[in-house]
């Protein structure tokens, strides 16, 4: 069973950074699996962070964040990281990561997203 947690969030001022954590279990290099990170800030609609291409081979970032946030993987210890840099308070939100489970490459940069965490809050003030 594939399952994914997240941790790291936390409170921190503008300008601060944080590096979110997300721990997989039940997945394995052949099933070419994607790893995504999105966030949620209230009102408003779920969007796309960044996401990883199988085996780490690729990233895709959503253009508003590239140059601030870095999504980065650790295969021994199943874990993706979101590094988040110059955070202001429009980055407060519930992210959370989600995975592809299988095959993910063929329909990339569209990930089929469908296992989902719990979510861990980011507040950022000014």
């Known amino acids: 069973q594939v399952q994914v947690v997240e941790s790291g969030g936390g409170s921190v001022q503008a300008g601060g950074s944080l590096r979110l954590s997300c721990a997989s279990s039940?997945?394995?290099?052949?099933?070419?699996?994607?790893l995504g990170w999105f966030r949620q800030a209230p009102g408003k609609e779920r969007e796309g962070v960044a996401y990883?291409?199988?085996?780490?081979?690729?990233?895709w970032y959503a253009d508003s964040l590239k140059g601030r946030f870095t999504v980065s993987q650790d295969n021994a210890k199943n874990t993706v990281y979101l590094q988040m840099d110059s955070l202001n308070p429009e980055d407060t939100a519930m992210y959370y990561c989600?995975?592809?489970?299988?095959?993910?490459?063929?329909?990339?940069?569209?990930?089929?997203?469908?296992?989902w965490g719990q979510g861990t809050q980011v507040t950022v003030s000014s």
């Open positions: 039940g997945l394995t290099a052949s099933m070419y699996y994607c």
């Open positions: 989600a995975a592809d489970p299988w095959r993910c490459h063929l329909t990339w940069p569209r990930p089929n997203f469908r296992i």
């Open positions: 990883l291409y199988p085996l780490g081979a690729g990233t």
